[in-house]
């Protein structure tokens, strides 16, 4: 299992820019790859964008060119930074991180709200 910490939410204006943290702990040694999903008020929980480690990434069409994802290894952290960010951003974001297998291996914390708004 991995635990995992998410920050960085908070409200933006249309616009503007948002850059989430989450670090990993326990067993990092099973992680194949991290990535940032989000569940947007009356919609599923949806994959943001994944960085597996050799640095491959994976984005949503929401988010490609408007958000960038990196990891630092050394501190078992995963970022995202969003740029240009809409209403339609507003979502409640979460880390997570799977194995090889494409297994989850952390559970659904509270995540950390986004809202863009006026």
């Known amino acids: 299992q991995v635990q995992l910490v998410e920050s960085g939410g908070g409200l933006v204006q249309p616009g503007g820019s948002l850059r989430l943290s989450c670090t990993a702990s326990g067993n990092i040694a099973s992680i194949y790859a991290m990535g940032w999903y989000r569940r947007a008020p009356g919609k599923p929980r949806a994959l943001v964008a994944a960085?597996?480690?050799?640095?491959?990434?994976n984005y949503a069409d929401v988010a490609q060119g408007r958000f960038t994802i990196t990891r630092d290894n050394a501190k078992n952290t995963v970022h995202l930074q969003m740029d240009s960010l809409n209403p339609e951003d507003t979502a409640v974001y979460y880390c997570n991180a799977i194995d090889s297998g494409l297994n989850l291996l952390g559970s659904w914390g509270q995540g950390t709200q986004v809202t863009v708004s006026a």
């Open positions: 960085m597996n480690n050799e640095g491959t990434t």
